[in-house]
T-cell receptor, first 115, second 115 residues
Framework: AQKITQTQPGMFVQEKEAVTLDCTYD???????LFWYKQPSSGEMIFLIY??????QNATEGRYSLNFQKARKSANLVISASQLGDSAMYFC????????????FGQGTRLTINP | EPEVTQTPSHQVTQMGQEVILRCVPI?????FYWYRQILGQKVEFLVS????????KSEIFDDQFSVERPDGSNFTLKIRSTKLEDSAMYFC?????????????FGEGSRLTVL
């Protein structure tokens, strides 16, 4: 079975600072994908970034980067130069090859950016 | 940009009533999902659907729940007799592929309140 763990229920960061949101995972799939989604207070789920288990390089998308450490089974999200609009819930998720390749989500981290 | 649309955005119902939540996935997508998020909690998988049948379902998805793709564009979730604990945000998602690198695109959610 796949499992995602996010150990930080809440994070508070000053605007313009970088922030790292932790995510560890467990799976027996040899191939899998790791995703981060942002959920603002309005409720929608916004895709941020994807990392494949066989990708050699860490994924980057603008201010978002994924610090992928396969041996440690971690996939931390790094947000550089944080903005007030980054305040939201952030979910780490995994998709493997078992079953219907559903996404399995972690518990989420609520990020608050202070001015 | 193509998107997943969900209706209604919010529904209030009495306990024991039937509810149908509707979703229009992205047109060329083949894999469809329903997820549930109880307020303040993680996003939980309910069911996946492919080729006009359920491909996987969670233990939450009991006999009170059903899904249907009645006309090739809509994808519906029916709750036969709602309970108080069914109050949640319900997200529809679709995916073009079953690959572990395939992103799931989420709708904006339907908030169900059972009184």
């Amino acid at each position: 079975a796949q499992k995602i763990t996010q150990t930080q229920p809440g994070m508070f960061v000053q605007e313009k600072e970088a922030v790292t949101l932790d995510c560890t995972y467990d799976t027996s799939d040899p191939s899998y994908g790791l995703f981060w989604y942002k959920q603002p207070s309005s409720g929608e789920m916004i895709f941020l970034i994807y990392q494949g288990s066989y990708d050699q390089q860490n994924a980057t998308e603008g201010r978002y980067s994924l610090n992928f450490q396969k041996a440690r089974k971690s996939a931390n999200l790094v947000i550089s130069a944080s903005q007030l609009g980054d305040s939201a819930m952030y979910f780490c998720a995994m998709r493997g090859r078992q079953g219907a390749q559903k996404l399995v989500f972690g518990q989420g981290t609520r990020l608050t950016i202070n001015p | 940009e193509p998107e997943v649309t969900q209706t209604p955005s919010h529904q209030v119902t009495q306990m024991g009533q039937e509810v149908i939540l509707r979703c229009v996935p992205i047109s060329n997508h083949l894999y469809f999902y329903w997820y549930r998020q109880i307020l303040g909690q993680k996003v939980e998988f309910l069911v996946s659907f492919y080729n006009n049948e359920i491909s996987e379902k969670s233990e939450i998805f009991d006999d009170q729940f059903s899904v249907e793709r009645p006309d090739g564009s809509n994808f519906t979730l029916k709750i036969r007799s709602t309970k108080l604990e069914d109050s949640a945000m319900y997200f529809c998602a679709s995916s073009e592929s079953q690959r572990d690198s395939g992103e799931l695109f989420f709708g904006e959610g339907s908030r169900l309140t059972v009184l």
